[in-house]
């Protein structure tokens, strides 16, 4: 074994000691009863016919099983999430792939695209959705085998492609995609993680036990990322060299921007396959440094690279810092990262209980989520194997799995079965987005299953007091994007980042969804990228009515 490599694992496993010792001296704070975690599944009354197609035809090309990420959002400003499904297609005379459906109430949806203006022909990966020149209305930019696409509202409820050079330019293979306002200045931009250097034509062709195979990203040279800066009039401008990001080439996946180290601007974590993840620091003035490696995202705790798949952030421990899970390939771990402070992680899995459940299999999109309503963060894993074929080479998987779902008791992860959970059916998933499809204040599910229909799921928790808070920035970016929402009852606090890019290439918005403690005041806080911040307070007497609140919090002129 390698000196360096030696290293890193001794670092690791200190770090997993230092956090231990924090969890077992963390503060005690009260957390509600959790009920169990149940759904049902109404995807047959939903109206939703999509059917995702990842395009291939027998020559098993590599993006053809990372199709494909999905996205919740409100295109049309009625109050309720709509859905946007990705798909593929390698044919530019073929049907519109990705469809939009609009969500009419009651689990309830009707199929937008073509009125909508998204009757596109692409083969689709990841999706971002946001507000990005800040008209009160969310755009949608879609991550093509090829050239990529920024859809912006008119705010009508349809939708023109930006004919933007720097948009278009991209001829790459994109993955991953979040919007992030780099310099503070009110204006999103758009980082793209890309996947592999690809071209059809020196595809390879992989055989295994006399089998075709899909080959390893390993077959491929890794592919530097992307990152295009806003320049406040509708266009875009590459500044992937000026930048630092250029310098890096990477097998992207999953990507997500906030801030990772407390300096108050947003950095980009990118899952990389079966390489190094990246954590592109931003010193605040346009530049970035990868610190991957020294902050503890590169590697899991036994120092070893992973087939880094989906992500998504949240505060799992009550501290205050960001902490992330991210999905891998079979036999590998997802890793639960803990937030030292001061932009070091720790893979804290094995203390958090571990997820052996989810070893054998391949996983995908992930989210940490309030799902049971006693204020603590829990996890759901999407699961499905990307070789249609694999039973004949490799008898321990399957191609279709279920789904994953932990609850978070008392600071571990605890595996609900699939019969209480309602998750028994087993899909090939990739995607996956949590959304209040009912406007009843809970978490929902909604899942992209490979060359299937989505899975809808409704979540069955009763009997909470739910808030719902949605951030509008004005000096800031309007979608608040970097934004941290907080909530405070009796000692605990509750906290969301208003991040883009979540799960496994995709997005479901800022709102931020916390359930109360009854007859409690609840103290909100939203502090805003430029440190401007909005206090106030939900009396006692609401925290102890069951039911949905919801909040709009506009950003106060200037900071406190």
Known sequence: ????????????????????????????????????????????????????????????????????????????????????????????????TNRLYRNLGNFTFVDVTEAAGLAEASHSLGVAVSDFNNDG?????????????????????????????AINSADNLGAGVCFLDIENDG?????????????????????????SIYPSPQDFQPCPDQLLENLGDGNFRDISETSGIGQYAGTGMGALAADFDGDHDCDIFVCNDVMENFLYLNDGQGRFEEG?????????????????????????????????????????TPVLYINEGDGFFTDSTPIWGGLSEATPHVTWGVSLEDFDGDRDLDLFMASGHLMDNITATDDSQSYAAQNFVYRNVGGKFESVPAEASGLQAAAVSRGSVCADLDADGDSDLVILNSRGRP??????????????????????????????????????????????????QGDYGSTARFALAPSLDAKIRVAFPDGSQHDEVIDAQLTSIPGHLKRVVYQPDSPN
């Open 1 to 96: 074994m390698s000196q360096p490599r030696l290293s890193i694992i001794m670092l690791k496993y200190v770090g997993i000691i230092t956090a231990f010792l924090a969890h077992l001296t963390t503060p005690n704070v009260e957390i509600a009863a959790g009920q169990d975690i149940r759904f049902t599944d109404v995807s047959p009354d939903t109206g939703i016919d999509f059917i995702h197609s990842d395009s291939g035809a027998g020559e098993r090309f590599i993006y053809e099983y990372v199709s494909a990420g999905m996205a919740a959002f409100d295109y049309d400003n009625d109050g309720l999430e709509d859905l946007y499904f990705l798909s593929g297609t390698s044919d530019p005379d073929a049907s519109a």
């Open 137 to 165: 209305h969310t755009d949608i930019f879609v991550n093509n085998l090829g050239h990529n696409q920024l859809f912006i509202s008119q705010g009508d409820g349809t939708f023109t492609s930006s004919a933007d050079a």
């Open 187 to 211: 204006d999103l931009d758009i980082f793209v993680a890309n996947y592999v250097q690809f071209d059809a034509a020196t595809h390879p062709q992989r055989v295994l036990r006399g089998k």
């Open 292 to 332: 991957g490696l020294l902050s503890g995202l590169a590697l899991d705790f036994a120092g070893a690279r992973q087939g880094s798949m989906g992500v998504d952030s949240g505060d799992v421990n009550h501290d205050g810092l960001i902490d992330l899970i991210v999905t891998s390939y079979q036999e590998e």
């Open 455 to 504: 899975t809808i799921l409704r979540n069955e928790t009763s009997n909470r007091t739910w808030v719902s808070i949605k951030a509008v920035g004005s000096s800031s970016n309007r979608g608040a994007v970097g934004a941290v929402i907080s909530v405070q009852q009796n000692g605990l606090v509750q906290k969301s980042f208003c991040i883009s890019g979540r799960s496994y």
